[in-house]
């Protein structure tokens, strides 16, 4: 990475390759999610009005999924980072799971929502939730049935998109981990970032579709690149 002794704020990204190694599946892999459900039917609000039952279904796996798993290394030097690094730091996460917090870490922000978070369509209340939607249960809040998963589908708005850009803004390192640079608008966040003088850098198991954007690639394992990479911003 060179000179560190210039960083001060730091913002990080991170995609479904953070987790591949706690077993949770990524999205655009060979055995990726959407070869048993094609994108478009489960992860769109047409898709969502069109089969509620097959989206409902393929959430209440995933957030089985998403409890069963536990975080791996890469979750735990970011966690380390957060607590160790007195400068800015926003882990900002494409991810629906929940093992950067389970791992330690405190200041991530949820871009694309939470598998273990509901959304009531009726009230827009949210609520933690570890069960199942399927059935059909009443919202804690109003009691409408009208629960969906509390997830960013295509063609909505990702969440906290100001926080996200103020920090991109004020960023003097941008790191992407584990993410394919395939939807936005967090494959143009490397962009925004270099705009601002950043230096920026990608952790990937392979080439991206934005790895030319970036100062600097390191191919590897998250499990291995990431703990590495904290150690040295720590030295
Ligand atoms: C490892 C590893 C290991 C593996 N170690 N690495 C045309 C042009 C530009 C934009 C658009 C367009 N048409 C439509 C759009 C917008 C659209 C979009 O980007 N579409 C693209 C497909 C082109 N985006 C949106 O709609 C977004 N909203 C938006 O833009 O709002 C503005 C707006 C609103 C209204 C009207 C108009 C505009 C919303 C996007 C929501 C994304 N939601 C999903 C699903 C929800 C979560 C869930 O179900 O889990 O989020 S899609 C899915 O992709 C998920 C992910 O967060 C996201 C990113 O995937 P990620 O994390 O990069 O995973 P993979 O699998 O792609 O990559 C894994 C990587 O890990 C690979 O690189 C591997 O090499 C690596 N890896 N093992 C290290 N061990």
Known sequence: MGEMNNIRNIVILTGAGISAESGLRTFRAEDGLWEDH??????????????????????????????DAQPN?????????DRE??????????NIDDLHERAGAQRVLHMHGEALSVWCRACDARHPWEGTLLDGPPCPACGAVALR???????????????????IARADLFVSIGTSGAVYPAAGFVQQAAAAQARTLELNLERSNGSHWFDETRLGPASVLVPEWVDEVLA
């Open 73 to 81: 290394p890469a979750h735990a030097a970011l966690a380390k980072l």
């Open 85 to 94: 690094w007195d400068g800015e730091l926003l882990i900002v996460t494409q």
């Open 38 to 67: 094609p994108v478009e039917e489960v992860a769109t609000p047409e898709g969502f009005r069109r089969d509620p039952e097959l989206v409902q279904r393929f959430y209440d796996e995933r957030r089985r999924n998403v409890r």
């Open 149 to 167: 998963p509390d997830i960013v589908w295509f063609g909505e708005m990702p969440y906290e998109m100001d926080r996200i850009f103020a920090a």
